[in-house]
Nanobody
Framework: QVQLVESGGGLVQPGGSLRLSCAAS????????MGWYRQAPGKQRELVAH???????NYADSVKGRFTISRDNAKKTVYLQMNSLKPEDTAIYYC???????WGQGTQVTVSL
């Protein structure tokens, strides 16, 4: 099993930016495809972006052009750079191995005036 810890969330105004980090503890991190997910209160958890072990990326239509997922295998860390934030982006953000259902605490992102 791999332990994942999200950080970097906070309160930001519309149009602002945040960078989320996901630190992994496992030695096999470099072999896994990783994803960032989010869940708003009363809503279903959704996949926001993912990145393969080779660095290929994909994004949900709602964040395409605004968010960038990246990884540093030496640091065993996945990042989510979020720009041009909107109130609709408000949610708890989680990272995980793709197609794995073991969730951590996440990090809260709130976009509000």
């Amino acid at each position: 099993q791999v332990q994942l810890v999200e950080s970097g969330g906070g309160l930001v105004q519309p149009g602002g930016s945040l960078r989320l980090s996901c630190a992994a503890s496992g030695s096999l991190f470099r072999f896994y495809a990783m994803g960032w997910y989010r869940q708003a209160p009363g809503k279903q958890r959704e996949l926001v972006a993912h990145i393969t072990n080779g660095g290929r990326t994909n994004y949900a239509d709602s964040v395409k052009g605004r968010f960038t997922i990246s990884r540093d295998n030496a640091k065993k860390t996945v990042y989510l750079q979020m720009n041009s934030l909107k109130p609709e982006d408000t949610a708890i953000y989680y990272c995980n191995i793709l197609d794995t259902d073991h969730w951590g605490q996440g990090t809260q992102v709130t976009v509000s005036l």
